[in-house]
């Protein structure tokens, strides 16, 4: 059996360095919550043309656990506090994304980079994932891998609460995505990595 390592720092998850890694932090959870509103994952079966209900649960339970309690403590957690209040404030429409600085630009890019990472990797539909990307992101948090595009817009119609889509660009001879966007909203704010 292949042993799990970090996604992160590559650094293998044993039970004393494994974490559960909260795909959005609980500061957000808190922000777009929505009361009696369960978060559900559903896949396209196009031979059926239908959607199939894979899990529902609370969005403060969508973890994964592939992060090494290093990273989640570590980088992703300074990352995650020097986003938060950009984010807040994108969020709720007291700024605007081009008012911001280089370096705050990187930091939300960075962190949608992050999360979208996250969001794909809890989808056991999608193959592999250019993880060398996720680790350059690990090494240098404060820059954006070259190979990454984020696209934000501020909505100021879209309801709160959290929305996200993996589609993937699959080529009849492979197996897994030529290409893989994920798309997520958090309250007014949408991103697609």
Not at 136 to 152: F, I, M
């Amino acid at each position: 059996m292949a042993r799990r390592t970090c996604v992160g720092c590559c650094k293998p998850l044993t039970k004393d360095i494994s974490s559960r890694e909260h795909i959005l932090p609980q500061w957000l959870v808190q922000e777009v919550k929505l009361p009696d509103l369960a978060l559900k994952h559903y896949i396209r079966r196009e031979d059926e043309n239908k959607d199939e209900l894979l899990r529902s649960h609370d969005l403060g339970s969508f973890v994964i656990k592939n992060v090494s309690v290093q990273c989640n403590n570590g980088w992703m957690s300074r990352l995650e506090g020097r986003a938060k209040p950009l984010l807040l404030d994108l969020m709720n429409m007291k700024a605007s994304l081009l008012q911001l600085s280089r370096d705050d630009r990187t930091t939300v890019s960075a962190w949608a980079i992050k999360t979208a990472f996250m969001i794909a990797s809890a989808q056991n539909i999608i193959g592999s994932l250019p993880w060398h990307l996720f680790r350059r992101l690990a090494e240098v948090p404060e820059t954006v891998p070259v190979e990454s595009s984020v696209l934000a817009a501020q909505l100021p119609f879209l309801p709160k609460g959290f929305l996200y889509a993996c589609p993937g660009d699959v080529l009849p001879q492979h197996q897994d995505p030529v290409s893989l966007r994920v798309g997520f909203t958090i309250s007014r704010l949408h991103f697609v990595v």
